[in-house]
């Protein structure tokens, strides 16, 4: 039963000015419980009718007859609402979700296409630190969002492994490294000697040169030169992994910047024949002067490549790979220039895909708690900050619940979850603030709190002592205030999805799950569940049954465990 629907039928009935598409289109659902379900603005209309729009609303509504799912219309200001019959409301919704289960939400608008997600993508040999977590887990939402609506999301994590810094830590390693101190502390030891070949090279210039005929050697496929580099990616990895594991995100390809090495030619080939290359002091550029931007850097005076000639050469052969309907790239605000450019490259060198390629930055990290902030000169690991949201979380747990089972492995979950959520909590674009006070804190909007509220709805599941749910209930029992609250926001959760799709933002399933935490807490605290009787009881069990099954997948969509006791 599609209510808006039937609501946008009976009010094309009356307006005939207007497109039934756009009028079910301009159906809102009001924030405001008490102004009805639905609300149908008339606004728009003003303009066609020549009237002023309250007038409009008073008109329409003396016209409609009422549908049979509608309890009531009214009209506020320039508003026709609706308010659909509750119990009807309420089987409608429960019933969609006792049927789908965890795939309710889930619908096929992408059905057929793919979608190709650039995330985490972190430089090797560097550690991996707090600016790359965002990347990391944007683009993880954004991949399990964009398959719930139907589309195949590919997922990259386009490794800058490739470039002037392998140079400098082969010249690092051959003068101040020790295999066994790299093989014992990897990635540390990594940065130990990269930090030092930058404080010797201040001192002995001649030191860049080395690393630059390194760099060359690689290029040309010197033996030791990529052995080398093999296992300082290698390396890399073992740490990269570690920390994937723990966040629970895979993806689909690792091919990241090295991969493009044998394929930029031909592009540099193929630019240039486009007329699009220039010289500019001795390198090749494109000139997009004309754009308002500086220009695009493809080949650097000594021929080297650079980093929006691999990216070009990258899009190029993942349209060819994947016949992408969108190709999205996750990185910080501060990348924004280096994609406009390469996507006018592709603009001017006429493939007409370059506009399914999506720039979708972030704003930076900062840390309200100081104690985290220095370990290793100013980077802040991405480890350290894992490690420090578990270690908390530890001690809560002993404080609260000192009996816990599996006391480690909840506390691993909690302060993941917490660390995922609380990036997810606000528009991209805002700023995340890393204040492990706020983000653990059990009562607020955080992770743990909708944890918590998964597990107290398991927990009334388990208490409850039955064997399967019933299903079959008297929807009529549940018409309370907040026994509705709990239905209008499941009934909106698969919009949601499709909405945090068309802006590319995940906060949108964040809040929602909040909203539905919040909504089932107050169901909670105002009914009793297995303290009431008979059908009621039954009833109540399956309002449940609904929440903490939409929790849990609504959960593992923005990357986050739902658990069961906590
Ligand atoms: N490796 C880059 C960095 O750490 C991010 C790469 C983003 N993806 C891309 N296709 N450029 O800043």
Redesign the pocket.
């Known amino acids: 039963m599609d209510f808006k629907k039937q609501i946008a039928d009976v009010l094309s009935s009356v307006v005939s000015d207007v497109d039934k598409d756009d009028i079910f289109k301009s159906i809102e659902i009001p924030s405001d419980l008490s102004k009805g379900d639905y609300a149908f603005p008339c606004f728009k209309l003003a303009k066609v009718l020549k009237k002023a729009p309250p007038l409009i609303a008073k008109e329409i509504s003396e016209k409609i007859i009422k549908p049979e799912c509608v309890e009531k219309i009214e009209v506020i200001n320039a508003y026709i609402n609706f308010y659909i019959d509750k119990s009807l409301f309420i089987k409608d919704v429960l019933e969609k979700v006792f049927d789908k289960k965890e795939n309710y939400g889930k619908s096929d608008l992408g059905k057929g296409k793919n979608i190709v997600i ?1 995330y985490s ?3 090797v040999a560097k550690p991996f630190h707090i600016g ?1 977590l965002r ?1 990391t887990v944007i683009g993880n939402a954004l991949y399990n969002i964009f398959n719930c609506i139907g589309y195949k999301s590919v997922g990259i994590n ?3 492994d490739w470039g002037t810094q392998f140079g400098k830590l082969i010249v690092a390693y051959k003068n101040w490294g020790d295999k066994e101190a790299v093989e014992k502390d990897d990635i540390k030891e990594l940065s130990r000697i990269y930090v030092k070949f930058h404080e010797e090279a201040e001192k002995n210039p001649s030191l860049d040169d080395e690393a630059r005929n390194w760099l060359v050697k690689m290029q040309e496929g010197d033996e030791e030169a990529l052995k080398l580099w093999k296992w300082f990616v290698d390396i890399s990895m073992k740490e990269f992994n570690r920390i994937y594991d723990r966040l629970n995100i895979k993806f689909d390809s690792y091919k990241g910047e090295s991969f493009y090495n044998d394929k930029m030619a031909s592009v540099v080939k193929e630019i240039k024949e486009k007329n699009l290359l220039k010289e500019s002091e001795g390198a090749q550029i494109v000139d997009l002067y004309e754009y308002n931007m500086p220009p695009c850097l493809i080949l650097r005076r000594d021929g080297g490549t650079l ?1 929006p000639t691999r ?1 070009i050469s ?1 899009a190029i052969y993942r349209k060819k790979t994947y016949d992408f309907e969108k190709c999205i ?1 996750i ?2 605000l501060d ?1 924004n220039l ?2 406009a450019q390469w996507f006018k490259v592709l603009e001017l060198m006429g493939y007409d895909w370059y506009k399914d390629l999506i720039h979708i930055p972030f704003g930076l990290v900062s840390l309200g708690d100081r104690k985290l902030s220095t370990r290793k000169g100013h980077v802040v690991l991405m480890e350290d900050i894992l490690n420090s949201a578990v270690e908390k979380t530890k001690s809560i747990i002993d404080e609260k619940n000192p009996n816990l089972k599996d006391k480690e492995k909840i506390a691993e979950d909690i302060g993941i979850g917490a660390v995922i959520f609380n990036d997810l909590y606000n528009s991209r674009i805002k700023n995340v603030v890393f204040d492990l006070q706020k983000m653990l804190n059990f009562d607020g909007e955080t992770g743990p709190y909708v944890q918590y509220t998964h597990a107290r709805a398991c927990s009334i599941l388990r208490k409850a002592e039955i064997s399967k749910i019933d299903f079959d209930i008297d929807f009529s029992l549940l018409c309370d205030d907040a026994s509705v609250d709990v239905c209008r926001i499941l009934n909106e959760y698969p919009d949601k999805i499709i909405d945090a799709a068309e802006k590319y933002e995940p906060y949108i399933v964040t809040r929602h799950i909040v909203a539905l935490a919040q909504a089932f807490n107050k169901f909670y605290h105002d009914n009793s569940i297995l303290g009431s009787d008979g059908d009621l009881k039954k009833a109540r069990i399956a309002l449940t049954y609904a929440v903490k099954t939409v929790l849990c997948s609504a959960l593992s969509i923005i990357g986050i465990k739902a658990l069961e006791e906590m």
Request: proline share 6%; glycine share 6%; aromatic share 22%.
């Open positions: 650039d993508s972190p430089n790359h990347s386009y490794l800058g980093y990216d990258a790239y990185t910080a990348q280096h994609f």
